[in-house]
């Protein structure tokens, strides 16, 4: 990709929870109101020895709208943009980006500031890539996302949230990640390494935007299964891979969104997950726009229908414990 890069969030530095002061290299690219959370207590788990340098690249090369790509995850950090009015609901926000970056801002510090705007914590979580340089490379993401889930809940009477009001959301392989995690909480996928790992990884709600479900099937996307499981992948790793498989009653309320247009990820996906939940008899809702193509996130023309994705879900998640 021949674009210009330049490190984020001081070339992998994270700041815990108990650290007030960010670098002066951190707040030259991240706000200094932010707070960042390293994932795991020492080096995550899976790795193989790769030296990986965290990067980003700016698509908008626009100081007031930034639309910065992610690379080079070696060390999973929660990014928490805090309500100013918080109601104990909270959201761990997964940007998609095909498995090979994250799209921090487009779907992750947007949909956060409107999390927020309605009282909502947010919590972006910088995942680890699959192609970068871990071992056993499909379980690496599904490991960040399962132990975020477990540190917000660890940790929720400090952040003010309720432990039966924690949600996921996810978009494009982003929302791939968070079926998995609402499908895939209660599987080891990897040593728990602290008491945070006693929690329960489970979702109260999911919200999979233009997601990717299967991987097996012919309406999948090729580029993302590829980047999670290698080019070679067993005909077993796509189907354990495949979210619609692994719906079962433990599967939380689930809400699809998806546009007719998406020319990267057709909305059979999102038809498979609706059919498994429908199947298992869990809560769930459908909604397929007439256009918004993919990766809209939240910036869309107010002329475009998806643009109302994120008012039907606040009224989706409120039916099912998230307040309004």
């Known amino acids: 990709m021949s674009v210009s890069r330049r490190t984020i969030l001081g070339g992998g530095t994270v700041v815990t929870m108990a650290t007030s002061m960010l670098t002066a290299r951190v707040a030259a690219q991240i706000s200094t109101q932010d707070e960042f959370v390293e994932l795991w207590p020492g080096p995550p788990p899976n790795s193989?020895?790769?030296?990986?340098?965290?990067?980003?690249?700016?698509?908008?090369?626009?100081?007031?709208?930034?639309?910065?790509?992610?690379?080079?995850?070696?060390?999973?950090?929660?990014?928490?943009?805090?309500?100013?009015?918080?109601?104990?609901?909270?959201?761990?926000?997964?940007?998609?980006?095909?498995?090979?970056?994250?799209s921090y801002d487009?779907?992750?510090?947007?949909?956060?500031?409107?999390?927020?705007?309605?009282?909502?914590?947010?919590?972006?979580?910088?995942?680890?890539?699959?192609?970068?340089?871990?071992?056993?490379?499909?379980?690496?993401?599904?490991?960040?996302?399962?132990?975020?889930?477990?540190?917000?809940?660890?940790?929720?009477?400090?952040f003010g949230i309720r432990v039966d009001r924690i949600g996921v959301l996810g978009f494009s392989a982003g929302s791939h990640l968070a079926g998995s995690l609402a499908t895939r909480h209660a599987e080891a996928v990897y040593v728990p390494v602290d008491a945070y790992d006693q929690e329960s990884a489970r979702p109260d709600i999911a919200a999979l935007i233009y997601p990717m479900i299967s991987i097996e099937a012919s309406y999948t996307h090729g580029g993302s299964r590829d980047m999670l499981l290698g080019l070679r992948a067993s005909e077993a790793a796509r189907r354990l891979g495949s979210v619609g498989r692994r719906v079962d009653r433990d599967t939380p309320p689930t809400f699809l969104v998806h546009a007719t247009d998406d020319g990267l990820v057709p909305p059979a996906n999102s038809i498979a997950m609706f059919a498994a939940m429908t199947k298992s008899h869990r809560p769930v809702a459908l909604h397929i726009f007439e256009d918004g193509g993919h990766g809209f996130g939240t910036r869309l023309p107010k002329d475009r229908s998806a643009i109302a994705w994120s008012s039907l879900f606040t009224t989706f998640a409120a039916r099912h414990g998230l307040p309004e």
């Open 106 to 158: 487009n779907e992750g510090t947007s949909q956060a500031a409107w999390l927020n705007a309605r009282g909502i914590t947010a919590f972006i979580l910088l995942y680890r890539l699959p192609g970068e340089g871990w071992n056993d490379r499909a379980q690496v993401p599904l490991q960040d996302a399962q132990r975020a889930m477990r540190f917000i809940l660890g940790r929720a009477a400090g």
């Open 48 to 102: 193989d020895g790769t030296t990986i340098v965290r990067k980003v690249a700016d698509q908008a090369h626009d100081a007031v709208h930034p639309d910065r790509w992610v690379t080079g995850v070696a060390r999973p950090v929660l990014v928490v943009r805090r309500a100013a009015r918080p109601n104990g609901a909270a959201m761990l926000v997964l940007p998609g980006g095909g498995y090979s970056f994250l």
